[in-house]
């Protein structure tokens, strides 16, 4: 479940280079490590070990997926109406 949530994560970060957004792949990239992965990574080790060192990392990555689908959705939704105003 961990790596489908990172592919996620990894494909969400190209679609948003796709659409001319690096800036925001790399928020994006720099909050999952430092905000997400690194302290529920480290608080489950500490809570109950090498299990809860692998949970922390599974809860990151979801909660990082679900913000990177939504502001990739964003970022089409805004994409589409910047294409229906110059038609």
Do not use: D
């Not at 608080?43 to 599974?58: E, H, I, K, N, P």
Request: aromatic share 14%.
């Amino acid at each position: 479940m961990g790596y489908g949530m990172q592919g996620i994560i990894i494909l969400s970060n190209s679609s948003l280079n796709a659409m001319h957004r690096p800036m925001t792949a790399l928020y994006l990239s720099i909050a999952r490590f430092f905000v997400f992965y690194v302290p529920c990574a480290y608080l489950g080790s500490r809570l109950y070990g090498v299990t809860g060192f692998f949970g922390g990392a599974v809860f990151a990555n979801t909660l990082v997926a679900m913000i990177s689908w939504a502001t990739v959705r964003r970022a089409l939704a805004a994409e589409e109406t910047s294409h229906a105003v110059k038609q």
